[in-house]
């Protein structure tokens, strides 16, 4: 049964298309007894209130931050994002959401030399694996990749995790903005969403599929824990 928790104000969620909604996060939320609401920029719906915030998560997306002239709604993120950093609400970027996080920090994202895309493994540096959140005793995270953006640390923010391909896996901003390059997200519906949908040849199995669920609702469970007043 969810935990009721009075006066906890609403989180809010930016989607930025179909296929990448909250997933094992929403369930986690509903399990904490935390409202949320869903926001789509890019279909003209309005920004949260800054000042309304529980929390924010911003979800992934096809887009790139570069790309702001053309999806302008990003530019509306940025500012919505660098505010909730500023007021110290806690902040969650999952891929794209984690390059917009960055680039409100005030470093450019831009495309790296290489797809990263499918069933993989980021390693936790000695800052993530002291870290609350992601350090849960394991050297190595079961992920899903879909990316190839990349971006420099930002000023002042710890590295939790590198890949083989990319050094900026997972970073933390102060103590409650956390942006994840990598999807740890992944519940049964968005991986049948994401399978026509990715690359040919590209391996998402239910086996590692398995591993993602349970480290991801650790992981999104730990951040809402350190997040949420007690």
């Known amino acids: 049964m969810p935990v009721v928790r009075t006066f906890t104000p609403p989180w809010a969620i930016l989607q930025h298309v179909d296929w990448e909604g909250p997933g094992l996060i929403a369930e986690a939320l509903a399990e904490r007894g935390v409202g949320f609401t869903i926001h789509r920029l890019g279909q003209g ?11 924010l998560v911003v979800m992934g997306g096809s887009m ?9 709604f990003l ?16 902040v969650l970027g999952v891929c794209l959401g984690a390059q917009l996080l960055a680039a409100s920090l005030g470093v450019a994202v831009a ?4 797809f990263e895309v499918g069933e993989g493994w980021v390693t936790l540096t000695e800052a993530g694996r002291q870290d609350p959140v992601l350090g849960g005793g394991e050297a190595s995270l079961p992920v899903v990749h879909w990316h190839q953006d990349t971006f420099p640390l930002p000023a002042g923010s710890v590295r939790l995790a ?17 942006g994840l390059q990598f999807h740890c997200e992944v519940d049964d519906a968005l991986a049948a969403a994401w399978r026509p949908l990715l690359p ?11 591993r993602v669920q349970a480290c991801g609702r650790a992981l999104i469970g730990r951040f809402l824990d350190a997040s949420l007043p007690s």
């Open 64 to 72: 790139g931050v570069y790309q702001a002239d053309q999806f302008p």
């Open 75 to 90: 530019k509306q993120e940025l500012k919505l994002i660098a505010s909730a950093v500023a007021a110290g609400h806690p």
């Open 111 to 114: 495309p790296g030399p290489v």
């Open 200 to 210: 040919p040849g590209t391996s998402l199995g239910d086996k590692h599929l398995r």
């Open 45 to 55: 719906e309005p920004a949260p209130a800054p000042d309304s915030l529980g929390g």
């Open 162 to 178: 590198s890949s083989d391909l990319y050094p900026q896996q997972a970073f933390r901003a102060g103590a409650l903005a956390y």
